[in-house]
């Protein structure tokens, strides 16, 4: 199919979907997979309670209740939810594997017959797997399939669409690529304050809230820099720098020239070419391949420095459990972590949810923990409305303007101001305060935004800056070019006491040829929901 | 023993009016008081039997710090005619009924102009919000739907 959109002759408009169960009131939050289809998750998530766990089909049209979250504390203002989907399912093979059958053999929540075979979206796709060649005498290579039928039980047998280009070996590893949404209560910390649903296989978990504030309270801002989120021209897989070789047979990647205990260089050529000094500094390097030292596979390390391309030199905060061999190759990706804001505070909240410890060279999160410093502390303190958008969907200009490194810090608070933290501008990031961009937008109680890196070159977040009955309230903001501008308005006049909520989600669209990004807005105090299709 | 009873003032006698009834079982005379109003020098009898001329007649006034029923009847016809006129339910801003309204049953046969209506439930059993739902869809089809082909 094909956009036949006009500029300034058509117009786009917002479209009525299905009600939610619930409407929205003070820290009602929309959370939703941003991987572009047909990987993410075909749901967007409705944290309405301690109790109350939704989901929207987005391709169906349709909520329907999931599960209690059980949360701790009282829920309000403060609470929310963010999806990510790696690392979220993990386990190990045993014997007796072919090319298109896993046998799995840690346990797992009992899933049902070929319930990993379809995700509930429309049907045809199951969950997405990687499987991993690392033990010793292993493949030394990592595939991703398509589930299309698995057994019921704990430890299900997994069947593969295609058939792998090896066959897995015992104690090699596998990871079921579906995601967790990670939920946090609101009030005074309890034990259950902070929990996480695994989609895939149905489970919840209660998380560690060590480093939280006691009480947690105003709003709820929160981004997963997730290494499956990649930019608009990549794959998840592909990490954030599209490299010259490839594995998994159509995913790029880059290749190693050299290795040492603590570092690996890349080659003269591929997507880390012309990467600037330290410029992917606090993100990840993970090793694809290497069929020369299999064990080195699958290792995720945290870049503490690296050197100008071409032939970067990266530095890895930890040393490698094993030195990748000369022929390795590998991704740069984003490391996995999640950031908050919360609690009218200065302090950005980072939480670790890969499954080890992480270490930049100068500060280390522990797996499952929250570290207060890992990046510094804000600028200004955070206010109601505040939001966050990454800029890990874009292709950095060439002077390097714009970074997969910025996050962008909208405080709120009835504030125009925007402060952006550079992941990779020193050991611990670096803050600008109170930048310059176009079209300053007042971010009132009620506000509420999400990042969009499915098209329009991964530039947009998008978001409803609320103001009772005032028909313009929705915008976006050019992550790359620093300029917020309005966009279509809803035709349902949103109103009433402003209550904060994170109530955007976006999610990607495919129509065989092009990507689109879906806006789902669910009204101010309303169970009314409408969609807007960017077009433009 | 009949009535009246004789007073004398020398030689001269001459009855006092009485009437001879029994009481406590006693009987007894009961002087006969006849009464009469007027000025200095004036005597005006009263006591004619049947409807007389006003200056034969007993005035019956109020008093002189009575209030006046008169002007009490006044205002109470003046809230009267006030509350017909104008009554509670009469926006005099507007000049028109202001009113609450529920159509049990029946037939609205014109409706000039609907501000808002809050509620819409059911349209022969489909939601009310259909209406401006499918409209709404309609548009979308053809506006943004249309463009990607």
Redesign the interface.
């Known amino acids: 199919?094909?956009?036949?959109?006009?500029k300034v002759i058509?117009?786009?408009?917002?479209?009525?979907v299905a009600p939610a169960p619930n409407a929205h009131a003070a820290g009602i939050s929309l959370a939703c997979d941003l991987r572009k289809p047909p990987y993410r998750h075909p749901f967007v998530f409705e944290l309405v309670s301690n109790t109350v766990l939704n989901r929207y089909n987005i391709v169906q049209k349709a909520w329907n209740f999931v599960v209690s979250p059980a949360l701790g504390g009282t829920f309000g203002a403060g609470a929310g939810a963010v999806y990510a989907p790696s690392l979220s399912l993990l386990g190990a093979i045993g014997a007796g594997c072919s090319t298109t059958t896993i046998v799995t053999t840690t346990a797992l929540t009992a899933v049902g017959v070929n319930m990993l075979a379809n995700r509930g979206g429309s049907g045809e796709y199951g969950f997405r797997i990687r499987i991993i060649g690392n033990s010793a005498g292993g493949s030394g290579k990592i595939e991703e399939r398509w589930i299309v039928a698995n057994s019921a039980s704990t430890t299900p047998a997994m069947i593969l669409d295609t058939p792998l280009s090896f066959t897995p070996a015992n104690g090699d590893k596998y990871e079921v690529l579906g995601g967790r949404l990670f939920m946090l209560g609101a009030g005074t910390l309890a034990a259950t304050s902070f929990r996480a649903f695994e989609v895939a296989a149905n489970s919840l978990t209660s998380l560690t809230t060590t480093n939280l504030p006691a009480t947690i309270g105003t709003d709820f801002s929160a981004i997963a820099l997730d290494e499956l989120y990649v930019p608009y021209d990549c794959y998840p897989g592909e990490g954030l720098l599209p490299g010259s070789l490839t594995y998994n047979s159509e995913l790029r990647c880059h290749g190693a020239v050299t290795t040492s205990t603590n570092t690996l260089t890349g080659s003269t050529t591929g997507g880390d070419l012309r990467i600037l000094a330290n410029e992917y500094r606090n993100f990840q390097i993970r090793i694809v391949e290497d069929t020369v030292n299999p064990t080195a596979v699958n290792q995720r390390r945290i870049i503490s420095t690296h050197t100008a391309g071409p032939s970067p030199v990266y530095t890895v905060g930890t040393n490698w459990s094993v030195t990748p061999s000369a022929t390795a190759k590998y991704v740069i990706e984003n490391p996995n972590l999640i950031l908050l804001r919360s609690t009218a505070s200065t302090t950005m909240h980072v939480y670790n949810y890969t499954d080890m410890n992480i270490y930049n060279g100068s500060t280390t999160i522990a797996f499952n923990s929250w570290h207060n410093t890992y990046f510094g502390t804000a600028p200004g303190a955070m206010g109601a409305g505040c939001m966050q958008f990454p800029s890990y969907g874009i292709r950095p200009d060439s002077a390097k303007f714009s970074r997969h490194s910025y996050v962008y810090n909208f405080r709120g608070g009835n504030s125009t101001t925007l402060d952006v933290l550079n992941i990779s501008g020193g050991a611990s990031g670096t803050w600008d305060a109170n930048v310059v961009y176009d079209g300053g937008v007042t971010i009132n109680t009620g506000s509420c935004g999400k990042y969009a890196p499915h098209d329009q070159e991964g530039r947009f977040g998008y978001l409803n800056s609320y103001v009772a009955s005032q028909v313009n309230q929705i915008h976006r903001f050019d992550v790359q070019n620093r300029v917020m501008s309005p966009i279509t308005p809803t035709?349902w006049i949103q109103a009433g006491t402003a209550a904060v909520g994170d109530r955007i989600a976006t999610f990607g669209a495919f129509?065989g040829v092009d990507y689109?990004t879906v806006c789902l807005l669910l009204m101010h105090a309303s169970t009314i929901a409408q969609e807007l299709?960017v077009?433009n | 023993m009949s009535d009246g009873v004789p007073v004398g003032q020398g030689s001269t006698t001459f009855n006092i009016a009485t009437d001879v009834v029994v009481r406590n079982s006693v009987t007894e005379h009961q002087q006969v008081v006849k009464l009469s109003l007027g000025s200095e020098n004036e005597c005006k009898s009263l006591l004619t039997s049947g409807s007389q001329l006003s200056e034969n007649s007993m005035p019956v006034v109020l008093s002189s710090d009575h209030p006046s029923i008169w002007l009490e009847l006044v205002n109470w016809m003046k809230s009267i005619f006030q509350a017909l006129s104008k009554p509670c339910f009469w926006d005099p801003t507007l000049n028109r009924i202001r009113a609450t309204s529920t159509i049990e049953s029946g037939t609205v046969t014109t409706v000039t102009t609907v501000t808002t209506v809050t509620g819409l439930t059911n349209i022969n059993s489909y939601p009310g919000s259909l209406l401006v739902i499918n409209q709404n869809v309609s548009a979308w089809a053809n506006i943004v739907r249309s463009r990607i082909s």
Do not use: A, S
């Open positions: 199919m094909t956009n036949n959109f006009k058509d117009r786009q408009m917002w479209v009525h035709d129509d689109y299709i077009l």
